[in-house]
């Protein structure tokens, strides 16, 4: 049973469902070279889709490199890191990514370090820094590559804001963005979790990366999917599951991808050969308990007015906060306040700004703030 359901890491093959719609128009752009922003909240299935499109596209025509610069710092941290991945990603084998490195980055001494284990996985530091390479050198190094192959690149930075917090940071993005758009056989797939923070560097008019691409906005997976792919996993597994259970599970949770993977998977582990209505209450009641460490560190610190704040999104009151009523009710303190309030908030990633108002984002930490805020 150990893969019955994954809400961990990303996720492929049996494990992987729907976007349909994002696959086909994310494949178009990758070959035919349209950058491409991927917003989502975190855990929704950003990585888990660009994946799955790097498996699809026609390996022939087109390489796909990915990195997660989670752990860069600053300006030649990524860069390193840029240049391992491509450099390491368009090679198919050893000798021929020691010759690249030579050809196309002659001055620096990678250190490599290779396993024993025959599969050839190996470490390659290549210690750019700037006195060797100016950064333009290493931002062109794919389109080089690209040339020099006859194929075309597609670059997926994963976890992309991270750019956003290096020091110097629009100086580096001006830098980027001014490299990247004169590139002929490349093109970049920016996605990454930190909503607002990659909201503000695409859609603001005076971030160097406004309007860089086809902006996809990743959202939740429909409950008509999630019910078959729910069912077939208990049958597997010898379990039988109403689709009325199915459905639930997934509505619970507002079709959150990880988060119904999770609970499908609480409520596996409790049943024993067919799901019943006091088991998936007692799951969504684990669900809400497996979370709360997180979700008292996120409001640990929150003043009382933001607390406040949350308690009317999770009351149902998403707009109108000026008024009066709404002001008195929930002791929102003075108008200039809320919208500080509401900023930080949104900063945080705890509410989002939806068509009609103001939410909470995450709809677990919604559940728990319910049941032990109010
Ligand atoms: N297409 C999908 N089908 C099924 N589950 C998915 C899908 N995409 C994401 N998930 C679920 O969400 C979790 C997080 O996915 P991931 O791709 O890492 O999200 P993100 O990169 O947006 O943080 C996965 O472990 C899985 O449980
Ligand atoms: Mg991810």
Known sequence: MADAFIYGSSVEGENFTDRETETKRLKANFEHGVNTLLISNRRIGKTSLVRHVKNQVNAKKVSVVYLDIFDCRSEYD????????????????MDVLMQNIKTFLG????????????TMDFSLSLG???KEYAPEQILNLAEIIAQKQGKRIVVCIDEFQQIGEFPDSVTVQKRLRGAWQLQQNVSYCLFGSKKHLMTNMFQNKSMPFFQFGDAIFLGVIPVKKWVPFICEKFKKHGLSIHEEFAARISDEVEGYSSYVQQLAWLVMLKTESVVTKEIVDAAVNELIAQNTALFMQQTEGLTSYQMNMLRALASGVHDGFLSKEVMDEFRLGTKSNISKV????????????RENGLYISDPVFQMWFRKYCL
């Not at 990524?78 to 084998?93: D, E, G, H, M």
């Not at 001055?107 to 025959?118: A, E, F, L, T």
């Not at 509401?342 to 700004?353: G, S």
């Open 342 to 353: 509401k900023k930080i908030l949104i900063d945080r990633d705890l509410v989002e700004v």
């Open 128 to 130: 750019i820094t700037p």
């Open 78 to 93: 990524f860069y390193n890191k840029l240049a391992t991945a491509v450099l390491r990603q368009t090679a198919s084998k």
């Open 107 to 118: 001055r620096v001494s990678p250190k490599i370090s290779v396993s024993p284990d025959p």
